[in-house]
Each structure stands twice: as structure tokens, then as C-alpha cells.
């Protein structure tokens, strides 16, 4: 009995041990002094942000910060705003009203002030952060981030006890209006009044990144292989809702929304998400697919879809390899297409590819010279089989795809 | 037994302390919308009394109960008069004429009256509400979230249509009211001691979607209208598209002063001036 009661403290120690939770603390800079970001056209979009070192120049979107279920999430806040305001809102943690940053309720920080934003996470799922000062000025200017709350024991579950995947990918969901960009409203003595201009967002952004960026952006960019499960978390946290369009071999099914299980999976090719919400998507690679996920943007008031970004999915048979070594082969996808057709390598290549596409009468419709992946805008060009020669120093291929409208 | 009187007091108290009646009467009223800055444009209201307000009526029943409505067009033209769920039994009233509606509420739930005529302009220009049907004795609050395009209005009111086209809303309200004067609005402002389950009635009676996020809550869905929100979700932040409703059960596990909003912050504003739409403050005890 001596022996079984010791065995059981041993085990019960060694377990609280592992699933010990924890106080994570990450520091983070409340920035409206620098920051630029280059859209796909060139163009260099002033912005405020969170950036998590002092040296550092935000972007869109702040960083992901992730902790386990059951941890105390700590964010060591200074605000370098200048005149401006700052605060930290945990949204959907459910913090306490000290902690919620909102500056209605709450305290907010002046120039160099700094301050604590605690919360306990309770509950394994998916958040957001942002500035709630001005925040619809503060937050079209880009002071948002994801926050991700693992299991308790920091597996690949979806909660405690949840569904077990093999990838996961985060997203957040946003539009840019330069025109607020390039003219900021000034605030009001009062300060979170502020008079806002029309809202005419111009970039649509997954994880700041929209149009040709979206294909060479290791974060936004599906990989897989097949047999594998992947859980793709959502959130959105601009003007505009978002219609998520998945290749119906996917399988998406929505299984948890803000940071809670639903209570059955919901399976639906079409998965909207509005401001502030959050999805977890589980995702099926069963077999060899390149294919894109097309996100809507759609105008809260009109119902008019006013950009459809699309994101390459490359479900591979062989294991993903990130570091993208070694050199592979072309592949054009998707095929047939009725919008964009992106060319890319299996393996990434660092040398520049000279592509052209020629029509079924030889003429040249498109040559260009990019680092692959490229993803080439094909609305124009009428329906029919067009022809892609890609040559890089060493090699060249030759490609087939079909264009219909 | 004793019970059952505990329930029965429990139940009186929470409806007549929110002065919620269940009214018989309504009228279909056009009237002047008076904005958070003090402007206004032309505007219709389904009220209790031949006066207009901006808040429309709330029609509580119960399970079972069978509302006998007569709805009176106080307005000088056509109006008409729709259940969502009961659009058969839909009426059309001819201006300084009455109907009649009977409808069997037989579940508990949310429902939307709304004027069918011309619709969807005189929904936009505010004939529109909500009828809720509960057994709860929670204390219960009701939001009828909405926004508006003043020039819109002032177009519609001369004989013109509504058109999402160009739709650009600049205001945005609860139960007729922008933060803060939603403040005020002792059937929204959602308050409670620790401990305490209430109710949340939300509708959206305008023609946008808004995305209303809870700060420092997770509110379980109850019923829903709409088929992109199911009953026992638990969520903070709410879709609701137009014409839908949703059910919401808060339960209140700590004090404070807390939020609720618009997500699509453009919406907490008011002739383009933020913090004024849709924006209450809740405070915990």
C-alpha cells in the first residue's frame, strides 16, 4: 500500500511538473512615432503598430503571441506615441476591467508611460490584441496582433482534449485606406474622439500581405502533405467582413469560434467571419492538390464584394520542407483558372525565372522576371490554353494551362 | 408550492420593472429622428401610443400565448404589417386605418415585425422590432440595433427607394440611441450584480451587418435567427445580419465597467464622429 501511495505522489508530481502552467510575459511597444509597410504595387503605407523590441519598426500585423491554457498572460506595455494614446486590449480574453484596455473604463498610456496587461487563459483558442484608444483610427493603422492560447499542454490539439492536427496556420483578416494613412486624422482635446474620413479600403490584407505578396508569404501559403490535418485559426479585425472559399477536397469544417468549441463541427466549403470574430477551421490534405483558398472582402453595409485575395494551397506527397532548399519543379496552379494562375517551384529557388505565356497561336500574351512563386492576373486574357516557359540559370520548363471565363 | 409563488413573483417583478407590457395596440408612426448631434431626418416608429419615438415597441409573450395585435397606420400612406415566421397572416393598413394579426407564439424565441410594404424602405426608415417569447424570469434587456444614412432618409420620405448601391450609413444606433445617450436607455444598459444570468434581446432592423463584441464576457446564444450563429454557441463577438436576432444568456462572474460594440468600429461613430454609434458600457456590481 506504502508503495502504491508513493508511486501515485511520484507520478502526481512528475505530471504536475510537466503540465505546470506558467507566467508567459512578452514585452511589447505601443508605436505611432515609425513604421512603413510596402504594399504588393510598391507603394510605402505609413503605420502605427506593436512591435516587440524597443529598436524595432512595427508592421502589420504585430506579432502572434501564444501561451498554454492556464497560463497568466502578462504584456509589458510602453507606449511610444508621442501626443498620442495607447492601450492594449486582450480581446475576448476576458480580462478584467483594469486589464481590458479599453480607455473608456480603463487607464491609458501617455508618451514613455508603461504598464502590465494581465489576464489568466482559461480557454484554449484564438484572440486578438489592439489599441482601444481611438480604435478605429488606431486599429485601420495597424495596432493589432494575434494572440493564441494552446492547450494545456502546448500539443497539437485544437483545445484540451481536442482534435489533433499536423500544421497549423494563423491569419488576420484587415483592409488598408491609404487615404487615412497618407492624411491621419488629428484627435480631438478629448482623447479617444476622433473625426474619421470615408472609408474606402484600397488593400486587403492576410497578415498585412495582399495580392502577388500573398503567394511568397510564408505565413499565408497553405502546405501540407497528404494524409495530413491542418488547423487554420482565423480572426478579423478590420471594416469588412470576409467570405472564406475553400476547394470543397479541403473539407473545412469550423470547429471552435472564439476561443471555444462549438458543440458540433460545422462543415461548409463557404466560412464567413466578421470583425472581431475568430474561427478555428480544420482542414483535410488528403491528397496531392495545388489549389487556392479565396477570401472575399465585403462591405458591411452594401453586401458588395469589393476584393477577392487568393491563397495557393501545396498539398505534397513528400514531407514540407520550410527551408525550401533545394531546387523542384514547375508547377502552375490552379488548372483550369478563371482569375489568377500562380507558377511555382516544389522546392523554392532563389534565382530569378524569366516566364513567359504564349497563346495557342504563339503570341506572346505575358513575360515577365521574378523570384518564384509569381501570381499572374489572368482576367484579361481570353479563355483558352495558353502556354508558360519558365527559365531560370540552369533550367527551363515547359507548362500548359487552361483559362476559362 | 412555495416555489411556485417564489417563481411567480420572480417572474411579475422582472417585467414590469423593465416596463415591458405586452401591448395590444400599435401604431405605426412617422415622425422626426433626433440624432446624437442634435439633427434630424424623417422617420418611422411601430409604437405603443400615437406619438412617435424612436424606440420601437417591444412585444413580450410567452410560450403558448396568443398575441391579438391591432396595428393602427397612423401615417398618410400605405403601411403594411409582417411577422418573420408569420408571413401568411401578413396585413396591409391603409393611412388612419386599423388591422388585426392573432399569432400563436407556441415556442420560446425571437421574432421580427416589420412593415412589408415598399420593403425594404420603410424597414429602413424604421418600421421595424422585435417580439420575444420567454419563460425566463432573468432580468432581460432589449437592443434593436440599427444604423441610418441621413441623406438616405430625407430621399426615401419624398416618395424615393432604398438602394444598397452606395449605402454609407452615418449613424448608427441602439433602440434609436447613440453612446452615450444609450446610457440612459434603462431597457439596453445591461447591468448586474455578480452571480446573476440576464437575458439579451438583439435584433437588426437596419440594413447592414454589424459584428457587436462583448468586452469581459463569453454570452452563451439561446435561439438564433440567423444561419450563421447557432443556439448554445458561446461566443464575444456577434454577427447579426439584417433582419436576424439573436438570443443571448450573460452570466456575471466579476465587477467592472465593460463594453459593448460595434467591431466594425467605422459604426461607433455618428456623422463621422467616434465614439458615438453603437457603443454601451455595462457595469457589474
Avoid at chain 2, 400565448?65 to 393602427?72: A, D, H, K, P, Y
Wanted: glycine share 6%; net charge negative.
Amino acid at each position: 500500500m506504502k508503495k502504491i501511495t508513493f508511486i501515485s505522489c511520484l507520478f502526481l508530481t512528475f505530471y504536475g511538473n510537466i503540465f505546470a502552467q506558467k507566467t508567459v510575459k512578452y514585452n511589447v511597444y505601443l508605436r505611432s512615432d515609425a513604421g512603413t509597410d510596402t504594399m504588393w504595387d510598391g507603394r510605402i503605407i505609413r503605420v502605427y503598430g506593436i512591435a516587440s523590441r524597443l529598436s524595432e519598426a512595427p508592421h502589420i500585423p504585430a506579432k502572434t503571441l501564444y501561451c498554454n491554457e492556464g497560463d497568466t498572460l502578462i504584456l509589458k506595455a510602453l507606449s511610444i506615441s508621442q501626443g498620442d494614446h495607447h492601450t492594449v486590449h486582450l480581446h475576448g480574453l476576458d480580462a478584467t476591467t483594469i486589464n481590458d484596455g479599453d480607455p473608456a473604463t480603463s487607464f491609458w498610456l501617455n508618451h514613455q508611460q508603461e504598464a502590465n496587461y494581465a489576464v489568466y487563459a482559461a480557454h484554449a483558442g484564438t484572440y486578438l490584441y489592439h489599441c482601444h484608444v481611438a480604435d478605429v483610427l488606431h486599429v485601420q493603422m495597424g495596432m493589432y496582433g494575434l494572440i493564441v492560447v494552446k492547450p494545456r499542454d502546448g500539443s497539437n490539439t485544437t483545445w484540451t482534449g481536442g482534435t489533433a492536427f499536423d500544421r497549423s496556420y494563423n491569419w488576420i483578416l484587415s483592409e488598408i485606406d491609404p487615404s487615412w494613412h497618407d492624411s491621419i486624422p488629428v484627435h480631438d482635446a478629448v482623447v479617444d474622439t476622433v473625426h474619421i474620413p470615408p472609408y474606402i479600403p484600397k488593400y486587403f490584407l492576410i497578415n498585412g500581405k495582399t495580392e502577388t505578396q500573398l503567394p511568397v508569404n510564408d505565413s499565408t501559403v497553405i502546405r501540407g502533405t497528404s494524409g495530413q490535418t491542418i488547423y487554420l485559426r482565423v480572426g478579423s479585425i478590420g471594416f469588412f467582413y470576409e467570405r472564406l472559399i475553400f476547394p470543397s477536397w479541403m473539407h473545412a469544417h469550423k470547429i471552435d469560434s472564439d476561443g471555444r468549441p462549438l458543440d458540433e463541427p460545422v462543415q461548409n466549403d463557404t466560412i464567413e467571419i466578421a470583425p472581431g470574430e475568430r474561427y478555428g477551421i480544420l482542414l483535410d490534405a488528403a491528397s496531392n492538390k495545388l489549389d487556392n483558398i479565396n477570401v472575399e472582402f465585403v462591405n458591411m453595409n452594401t453586401d458588395s464584394i469589393w476584393s477577392v485575395q487568393h491563397v495557393p494551397v501545396i498539398i505534397t506527397s513528400s514531407s514540407v520542407d520550410d527551408s525550401y532548399s533545394s531546387s523542384g519543379d514547375l508547377q502552375i496552379f490552379p488548372n483550369p483558372t478563371e482569375s489568377f494562375v500562380t507558377f511555382s517551384f516544389s522546392k523554392k529557388e532563389n534565382d530569378q525565372a524569366i516566364i513567359q505565356v504564349t497563346d495557342i497561336l504563339g503570341k506572346t500574351v505575358y513575360s515577365g522576371n521574378a523570384i518564384l512563386p509569381l501570381q499572374l492576373d489572368i482576367r484579361s486574357f481570353p479563355s483558352g490554353i495558353y502556354r508558360a516557359s519558365v527559365k531560370t540559370k540552369n533550367r527551363s520548363f515547359h507548362a500548359s494551362f487552361t483559362v476559362y471565363h | 408550492m412555495q416555489r411556485f409563488f417564489v417563481n411567480a413573483i420572480l417572474f411579475f417583478a422582472a417585467i414590469t420593472s423593465e416596463a415591458i407590457a405586452t401591448p395590444q395596440t400599435l401604431y405605426i408612426n412617422r415622425g422626426s429622428f433626433v440624432t446624437i448631434k442634435k439633427t434630424t431626418f424623417p422617420s418611422l416608429a411601430v409604437n405603443t401610443t400615437e406619438v412617435y419615438d424612436a424606440h420601437n415597441a417591444v412585444i413580450a409573450a410567452t410560450p403558448g400565448e396568443v398575441l391579438n395585435l391591432t396595428i393602427i397606420n397612423n401615417d398618410s400612406v400605405l403601411h403594411g404589417f409582417s411577422v418573420t415566421g408569420f408571413t401568411s397572416q401578413s396585413v396591409t393598413i391603409k393611412p388612419g386605418k386599423s388591422a388585426q394579426i392573432h399569432l400563436t407564439i407556441d415556442k420560446e424565441g425571437i421574432y421580427l415585425y416589420y412593415d412589408s410594404i415598399q420593403y425594404p424602405s420603410f424597414v429602413y426608415l424604421g418600421a421595424a422590432g422585435m417580439i420575444v417569447s420567454s419563460k425566463s424570469t432573468h432580468r432581460s434587456f432589449y437592443w434593436n440595433i440599427k444604423e441610418q444614412q441621413a441623406s438616405l432618409n430625407e430621399s426615401i420620405s419624398r416618395g424615393g427607394k432604398f438602394s444598397k448601391g452606395n449605402y454609407d450609413p452615418d449613424f448608427f444606433t441602439i433602440n434609436g440611441l447613440s453612446y452615450p445617450d444609450i446610457q440612459a436607455d434603462t431597457t439596453a444598459k445591461i447591468w448586474g450584480s455578480v452571480g446573476d444570468t440576464v437575458s439579451i434581446y438583439m435584433v437588426n432592423t437596419g440594413q447592414s451587418m454589424h459584428s457587436i463584441h462583448f468586452h469581459g464576457f463569453h454570452l452563451k446564444c439561446l435561439f438564433s435567427t440567423s444561419p450563421n450563429i447557432r443556439a448554445g454557441w458561446e461566443k464575444d463577438s456577434w454577427p447579426i445580419k439584417s433582419m436576424q436576432g439573436v438570443v443571448l444568456e450573460l452570466v456575471i462572474d466579476k465587477i467592472g465597467r465593460y463594453s459593448v460594440h460595434d467591431h466594425n468600429l467605422v459604426a461607433v461613430s455618428a456623422a463621422k464622429t467616434h465614439p458615438n454609434g453603437m457603443f454601451m458600457i455595462m457595469e457589474m456590481k
